[in-house]
Nanobody, 128 residues
């Protein structure tokens, strides 16, 4: 059974930083790509970032919403993907989800339909 467990969310002041973690069940190398998404109240879920896992190039991609303020990385030994977020703004407040697929996909997608497995999400609140 595939499980993705997010952690690291919380309350942070504007301009602050957070590092989110996505722990995968089983071997991380079983997944083709892993992505991060977010959904704010009343808005659609949007792609934040993606990292290619099975492909050795470890390619990444970033959505427009946090580009330049976020870095995705992985630690194969811990079966975990990280999302480092900096210079956070109140509009970054959302539930952040980790998603994964075992299907080969073109590039490193940041759209919902590319992913088959989803975590429960972790709340990020940016407020003073």
């Amino acid at each position: 059974q595939v499980q993705l467990v997010e952690s690291g969310g919380g309350l942070v002041q504007p301009g602050g930083s957070l590092r989110l973690s996505c722990a995968t069940s089983g071997r991380i190398l079983d997944y083709y790509t892993i992505g991060w998404f977010r959904q704010a109240p009343g808005k659609e879920r949007e792609g934040v970032s993606c990292i290619r896992i099975r492909n050795s190039d470890g390619g990444t991609n970033y959505g427009d919403s946090l580009k330049g303020r976020v870095t995705i990385s992985r630690d194969n030994s811990k079966n975990t993907v990280y999302l480092q977020m900096n210079s956070l703004k109140p509009e970054d407040t959302a539930v952040y989800y980790c998603a994964a697929t075992k299907r080969p996909v073109y590039g490193c997608p940041v759209y919902n339909s590319a992913y088959d497995y989803w975590g429960q999400g972790t709340q990020v609140t940016v407020s003073s």
